[in-house]
């Protein structure tokens, strides 16, 4: 049974489409470790909070292994990486409505550096 792929990834990419068709705008709260890829200047204790509608990213791609795409933050186009495992919750940002979802804290030795 280990083998069965997770649904996190699966129930992400669906409320991202949910919040985009219904014309609201998607956010993700994200657990920021040595996994993620964000300019750490916004991070606030250990999280960060992206819009990630199509109007605020470039190059968006939300796969069943990560969240990447092009943001800008104080007018700076940057390259960002979130592992789907560091994502805490996906929601509208107009009604709050979406999904949290429990963080497991890595291992020791197990946490890989975000690509460069």
Known sequence: MSNIPSTKPYLVRALYEWCV???????VAVVVDDTVRVPRAFVRDGQ???NIAPDATHQ???D???LSCQA?????????YVPIANIA???ARENGQGMAFEVEPKLDGASTAAPK
């Open 60 to 62: 968006f791609n939300l």
């Open 89 to 91: 919750a996906i929601y």
């Open 72 to 80: 800008r933050f104080g007018g700076v186009a940057q390259m960002l």
């Open 48 to 50: 960060i909070v992206l």
């Open 21 to 27: 068709d219904a014309g609201f705008t998607p956010h």
């Open 64 to 66: 069943n292994e990560a």
